[in-house]
């Protein structure tokens, strides 16, 4: 079990000065079985309005609205999160209970493949040979070790909108591509999938108090008789490092902050410090 304080800056500078902007910010963790929120805050400046509502997908959205004049906007989220593993696996679903119509019915929406994750055909072939080898988790966990063998992880290879396919064909991109990967390729051979964004304290034998430079990080979970967690760009379980914000099909459903403004930015600064304290 691992307590971090996450501390997510990101600011915003304008050509010229903004009269008006509304945004959206899914920055604060959810509260979970194997995660506790001891504690979380958003500041915004400058603001003129701001509310909280829960999204179709359980996620805390803080919304906002800044009618005012401004060359800059800064968002702020602060946490103190305790996190444990993931608990031991018992009952594990086979392929005839993920093809039965029960849970082809009640996990239909982690199971379509949009625009957004649809495979290439060389990894749905791939994908669906390993389901030919393998239960369905010794499947999920060779999809995602050929996407770490695969792939390279590129900061700026990619951007927020790039679909899967373009991601593998350059062989390079982000977390946000490999979740995206990793999720069309289980799909396609009928495994449930679903996008994690959230955070990683990316060093695993920091000290007690040392603060590090984390990550907005994002993962996969699929279903084999319940939700299991996995992180395919590090290719590894998804453990005590790993901070759940919001779970959904994929990134355009939960991004960590989106907004409309009248005007262009020339410059995005995005800090994330992450400390453990116990």
Same mark, same amino acid.
């Given at each position: 079990m691992s307590t971090l304080k996450i501390e997510h800056r990101t600011r915003?500078?304008?050509?010229?000065?903004?009269?008006?902007?509304?945004?959206?910010?899914?920055?604060?963790?959810?509260?979970?079985?194997?995660?506790?929120?001891?504690?979380?805050?958003?500041?915004?400046?400058?603001?003129?309005?701001?509310?909280?509502?829960?999204?179709?997908?359980?996620?805390?959205?803080?919304?906002?609205?800044?009618?005012?004049?401004?060359?800059?906007?800064?968002?702020?989220?602060?946490?103190?999160?305790?996190? @444990?593993?993931?608990? $031991?696996?018992?009952?594990?679903?086979?392929?005839?209970?993920?093809?039965?119509?029960?849970?082809?019915?009640?996990?239909?929406?982690?199971?379509?493949?949009?625009?957004?994750?649809?495979?290439?055909?060389?990894?749905?072939?791939?994908?669906?040979? $390993?389901?030919?080898?393998?239960?369905?988790?010794?499947?999920?966990? $060779?999809?995602?070790?050929?996407?770490?063998?695969?792939?390279?992880?590129?900061?700026?290879?990619?951007?927020?909108? @790039?679909?899967?396919?373009?991601?593998?064909? $350059?062989?390079?991109?982000?977390?946000q591509d490999f979740a995206h990967l990793a999720i069309g390729a289980l799909r396609s051979i009928g495994i449930p999938a679903r996008y994690v964004s959230g955070y990683l304290h990316p060093k695993r034998d920091a000290d007690i108090g040392e603060t590090v430079v984390g990550e907005s990080h994002a993962w996969v979970e699929w279903w084999t008789g319940d939700w299991y967690g996995f992180d395919p760009t590090n290719d590894r379980e998804v453990g005590d490092h790993h901070v759940i914000v919001a779970r959904a099909r994929e990134y355009t459903d939960i991004p960590p902050l989106t907004g409309v403004v009248a005007g262009s930015t020339t410059e995005l600064d995005v800090k994330v410090a992450i400390t453990q304290t116990a």
């Open positions: 915003f500078r304008y050509a010229t000065p903004i009269v008006s902007s509304y945004n959206e910010a899914r920055l604060t963790p959810a509260w979970l079985p194997r995660q506790r929120v001891l504690d979380s805050k958003i500041e915004i400046s400058p603001l003129t309005w701001r509310s909280t509502y829960r999204d179709y997908w359980e996620a805390e959205v803080a919304v906002f609205e800044v009618l005012q004049p401004h060359d800059s906007l800064t968002v702020s989220s602060s946490s103190i999160v305790e996190v @444990t593993g993931q608990p $031991a696996r018992e009952d594990r679903a086979s392929w005839d209970t993920l093809a039965g119509p029960r849970f082809q019915d009640l996990l239909s929406e982690y199971l379509g493949l949009s625009p957004t994750v649809e495979p290439t055909e060389e990894l749905a072939a791939f994908a669906k040979d $390993a389901a030919g080898r393998l239960d369905p988790d010794g499947a999920a966990h $060779a999809i995602c070790d050929f996407l770490h063998e695969e792939m390279k992880y590129v900061p700026g290879a990619t951007t927020v909108h @790039t679909p899967a396919f373009e991601a593998w064909d $350059a062989r390079s991109g982000v977390c």
